[in-house]
């Protein structure tokens, strides 16, 4: 089931978010995920954001997080990582939008599979300047069929 984050839901969600950074992010110190837990915290606080429960756990497993047109990321719980999750959030986000955009470190090849998998494509190449790594930006437009 995916529903709009609650007040309840911070503390999972942030847990899910610092997890998945140190393990998907291993190029990047874990300080620098660590010394921005706080603030991340309180932006998803207050941002548009969609999780995902497991309705046989009752427990959060995923969730993305959104400033209109652009995903400020997708994050699945490790345990339940590539079971479709990670998608359907996606897919949450494209039923409302007809443009998405997103930023994605270069040396993390797995989720800029996903991405071009799911019909984004690298628009830029540019660098971060928090971490000092390469990333991407990517993008997706719906596709209108005329008939």
Not at 59 to 86: C, K, M, P, T
Not at 93 to 113: H, I, Q, S, W
Request: charged letters at 35%; glycine letters at 6%; one cysteine or more.
């Amino acid at each position: 089931m995916i529903r709009k984050m609650q007040t309840t839901d911070t503390d999972r969600v942030a847990e899910i978010w610092l997890d998945t950074n140190l393990k998907a992010h291993d190029f990047i110190p874990p300080e620098y995920w660590k010394g921005n837990y706080d603030a991340v915290k309180e932006m998803i606080s207050q941002a548009e954001v969609y999780v995902y429960i497991d309705e046989d756990k009752n427990q959060i497993q995923g969730f993305i997080g959104l400033d209109e047109d652009y995903i400020a990321g997708i994050f699945v719980w490790g345990e339940a990582q590539s079971r479709g999750i990670g998608r359907r959030l996606l897919d949450r986000a494209k039923e409302d939008r007809r443009k998405l955009t997103l930023n994605v470190y270069a040396r993390n090849p797995g989720a800029v599979r996903f991405y071009q998998r799911e019909g984004f494509r690298i628009t830029e190449e540019d660098v971060d300047r928090d971490t000092g790594e390469a990333e991407y930006l990517m993008c997706w437009e719906q596709v209108h069929i005329d008939l």
